[in-house]
């Protein structure tokens, strides 16, 4: 894996927050960095990715899916309200 270098300026107080994170957790700096990237790019993937699939979505059908759903199944012992 090839690795790149990047100047990173953070505001004061976000880096000592940073600093004391990593330390709590046993990690370096760096690495606490680099996960927080990673999951941050996750969740936007994440994101993209669902609204994608809703702009794709047939509301009426899946509708008379749910509509159908349960029909015919007596309840279950532990379906009960409580």
């Known amino acids: ?4 270098n990047v100047a990173l300026r953070l505001l004061p107080s976000l880096l000592e927050e940073a600093k004391r994170v990593a330390q709590t ?5 760096n690495q606490l960095i680099n996960v927080a990237v990673a999951e941050k790019l996750s969740a936007l993937r994440t994101d993209d ?3 994608e699939r809703a702009a794709r979505a047939n509301l009426g059908r ?6 159908k ?7 279950l012992p532990g379906d009960e309200i409580q």
Not at 1 to 4: D, L, P, T, V, Y
């Open 69 to 75: 759903a349960g029909r015919g199944n007596s309840p």
């Open 62 to 67: 899946a509708k008379r899916i749910l509509k």
């Open 49 to 51: 990715y669902f609204q």
């Open 1 to 4: 894996m090839r690795k790149s």
């Open 25 to 29: 957790e046993g990690v370096a700096l």
